[in-house]
């Protein structure tokens, strides 16, 4: 793993170069589908106006209301950043020397964890600006009953690892199988070559689809969690 230091932190190069990489794609493509918004959408426009009714959607699943309407931008781009970052180690790695510089971001459990916690956070400051601090502890962690409150504890962890886990879980799988597959393709020549190339293309076409479930799984369990802390307990 290569990495490097600064202001006496220690970053993850892979990390930073993969980050920004997945960033980038966001960016301009957000940026081609919106250069020539019209009142009767065409092209790229058409497209975008999908992601936006498709992630607004998700977000209205769970909070129809005003609150639902402040969450749009955040799924969004959540589900665009999510998608990129999960396609693309399937068509872009770079190595070095056995060091990996570009890759899925998220195939690092520290991308999906830090994700999930700021995902979580924004979650618990939203209950508080609602209800005020008091009435924020007694909504999420006091209801329907006070005795649930080491339970509701527990539950804070375990949202956060099992929304960072199962991002991460199912692409580092993804690209390991990939990379196992390459190896074994050049492993024996030309017999092997020809073996594991269909196997290369219809896994690689797998991953891309599963991906495209783990953007969607992640918005959607993130809005499933912030409405848990800005929605009345019954």
Known sequence: MDSFQFLGLTFNTANII????????VFFVV??????ITMKPTGGQNILEWIIDFTNGIVRGQLPGRDGGQLGLFAFTAFLFVFF???????????????????????????????????????????VVKFGFGGYISN????????????NLVEEFTNLLTL???LYGNIFAGETLLKLI??????HGLPTIIVALPLEIV???FSVFIGAIQ????????????????????
Do not use: C
């Open 164 to 166: 960072a886990l199962r």
């Open 18 to 25: 993969s980050i920004t990489i997945a960033f980038a794609i």
């Open 85 to 127: 970052a999960n396609q693309l180690g399937l068509f872009l790695q770079v190595s070095v020397n056995g060091v990996d510089y570009v890759r899925s971001p998220t195939a690092n459990p520290v991308v999906t964890l830090t994700m999930a916690m700021v995902t979580l956070a924004s979650a618990h400051y939203l209950g």
């Open 203 to 205: 896994w690689q076409g």
């Open 31 to 36: 940026f081609f589908l919106s250069r020539r």
């Open 140 to 151: 999420s962690y006091l209801k329907p009953f006070a005795a649930l409150l080491p339970i």
């Open 182 to 187: 390459g190896g074994m393709a050049f492993s």
């Open 215 to 234: 953007a969607y799984v992640f918005v959607t369990l993130s809005t499933v969690y912030i409405s848990r802390k800005v929605t009345v307990e019954e």
